[in-house]
């Protein structure tokens, strides 16, 4: 028996239960603000087929991502536990030797497990999960993998680089296999890698971990999109908003794609990985960054304020979710992996952290009180219920940490303008004894 004959009687039985397993595709963006998303209310941006995607499925208001930085951030998309628990809790580094570790061997990721559930499994684009071989997609769960390791690359040459003596170097692949594409921009390339992964006939469901590196910096953008935006607006926010809007018609030409071809029993979430940042390196004049929009949360990517972890969430399961629903309830990037195997049958995983939100997400119930906690660069925090408390934050990445202790009620002050601690002392006390249980979190000095 050939291998093709193998594999499809091998899918049979699945084909033969019934509901059919849905398709699973996770979006990710890069350092897309809060307020850079048009269902959010922004009033400037351009996002019609994302806001499609919140008019037709769930909106999270609530929605946080484990690390207000890359890599750690999707650590927790993956394995559904806590940065420090999968070994990823710093943004990994970018190297043209290409063996930095970040993934575990053997670790159990949502792409393992639903390989396991019979699903064809496919990474496109920014990896950021360790370049290293045991580290790499496809021995991560992945049979398919095209895009990069690094944190960011050039959206036309892609090649990596920085300023300040690192090397300049190309990172883009197909599988292991070295690619070249020059000239061809970043968001539309792996938007096409998306619609013929998608397109591959087969008896399988599949999962596609899609992960675009826009609007992260360097910020670039062909001029069709940068003028769907008025040439009066701040330059910075209009490159911003062009990147988006590549993304966004990105996301478009999928869901057509899907539409053609019949597939709506597939789930989409889509998620930031982080909020927008302040950093100097993305603005054009190298002043603090203000392309990119948190709003209405305080502070920047790499702070443990609202504004580096609240990110821009949605979700559409068109035959599961009910349309224009908004999910308030707080939930975490971690939650993705529980959630999804428990809706496609696939067995739970013993040691995540997250939990599976799919009766909070489909019929608004409230979820299990927990405590949820975030550990970035010194900075700790837990948050339960409205009450979060903060050690030393910043204000975004490379910023000066604040030297007070922090406590925040987000349901009177959601932009955390108020210290409580001096006034809520009873609380205070509990939170830094919830902070002190949690098994993560780093010994501070
Ligand atoms: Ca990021």
């Not at 399988?204 to 069709?224: D, E, I, S």
């Not at 190298?286 to 821009?312: C, D, I, T």
């Not at 949820?372 to 900075?379: E, H, M, P, T």
Request: hydrophobic share 40%; aromatic share 10%.
């Amino acid at each position: 028996m050939r291998r093709r004959d193998l594999l499809a009687g091998a899918a049979l039985p699945l084909l033969a239960q019934a509901p059919a397993k849905p398709n699973v595709l996770v979006i990710l963006t890069d350092d897309q603000g809060y307020g850079d998303l048009g269902a959010n209310g922004a009033a400037d941006v351009r996002t019609p087929n994302l806001d499609r995607l919140a008019r037709e499925g769930a909106r999270f208001t609530d929605w946080h991502s484990n690390s207000p930085v890359c890599s750690p951030s999707r650590a927790s998309v993956l394995t559904g536990k806590y940065p420090q628990h999968a070994g990823v809790p710093e943004i990994l580094a970018s190297k043209p030797t290409f063996d930095v570790p970040g993934l575990r061997a053997g670790e159990r990721t949502l792409a393992t497990e639903l390989k396991k559930a019979g699903y064809r499994t496919g990474a496109i684009g920014k990896w950021h999960l360790g370049s290293a071989p045991h580290s790499r997609p496809r021995a991560q769960g992945f049979d398919e993998f095209f895009g990069f390791y690094s944190g960011w690359i050039d959206y036309y040459s892609h090649r990596y680089y920085s300023l300040g003596g690192t090397p300049v170097f190309h990172d883009l692949w197909r599988n292991e296999v070295e690619v070249f594409e020059d000239t061809t921009y970043q968001t539309e390339m792996l938007a096409r890698e998306a619609r013929a992964f998608i397109a591959q006939p087969s008896p399988q469901p599949f999962f596609l971990y899609l992960t675009f590196g826009a609007p992260h910096y360097p910020m670039m953008a062909p001029l069709k999109y940068l003028e769907r935006f008025p040439a009066t607006m701040d330059r910075d926010r209009r490159m911003h908003l062009a990147m988006i809007a590549a993304v966004d018609d990105a996301v478009g030409s999928i869901t057509e794609t899907l539409d053609q071809r019949g597939l709506s029993n597939t789930l989409i979430f889509f998620q930031a990985d982080n909020g927008a940042t302040r950093e100097e390196r993305a603005d054009h004049l190298a002043r603090p960054y203000r392309g990119g929009s948190n709003a209405k949360w305080r502070a920047y990517k790499g702070s443990l304020f609202e504004g580096g972890h609240r990110v821009p969430a949605l979700m559409r399961w068109p035959d599961k979710i009910p349309a224009g629903r908004v999910v308030d309830a707080p939930c975490m990037a971690m939650d993705l992996m529980p959630t999804v195997l428990n809706w496609v049958g696939a067995p739970a995983v013993a040691d995540v952290d997250g939990l599976a939100l799919g009766d909070t997400i489909v019929k608004g119930q409230a979820p299990p009180s927990r405590t949820l906690y975030w550990d970035y660069a010194g900075q700790r925090a837990a948050r339960r219920d409205h009450w979060k408390l903060i050690d030393q934050p910043n204000e975004g990445l490379g910023t000066p940490r604040l030297k007070e202790q922090w406590l925040v009620d987000l349901r009177e002050d959601p932009t955390e303008q108020r210290n409580r601690v001096a006034d809520a002392p009873e609380v205070a006390k509990q939170m830094q004894a919830e902070l002190a249980r949690w098994p993560y979190g780093a010994k501070q000095p």
